[in-house]
């Protein structure tokens, strides 16, 4: 390999915008699970409380 073809594959920008969305996709990605996860937790347990109060009403008739 020669100095130039070395040179010109260190220089070369080609494919790097794809790189540079491709990584900004993947953060998207990791902060919406993130978030979804967060959001299953405390709906989750928005969803136990209530059901937990339903079997408590129905079992005190």
């Known amino acids: 390999m020669n100095k130039a073809f ?15 969305y491709g990584l900004i996709a993947a953060l998207i990605v990791i902060a ?9 937790n405390t709906f989750t ?6 059901s937990a109060t ?3 009403a129905m079992k005190s008739n």
Do not use: Y
């Open 45 to 50: 347990g928005s969803l136990d409380t209530t």
């Open 6 to 20: 070395i040179k010109n594959i260190i220089s070369s920008e080609t494919g790097a915008t794809a790189v540079e």
């Open 54 to 56: 339903l079997t408590s």
């Open 32 to 40: 919406t699970i993130g978030a979804l996860t967060s959001m299953s």
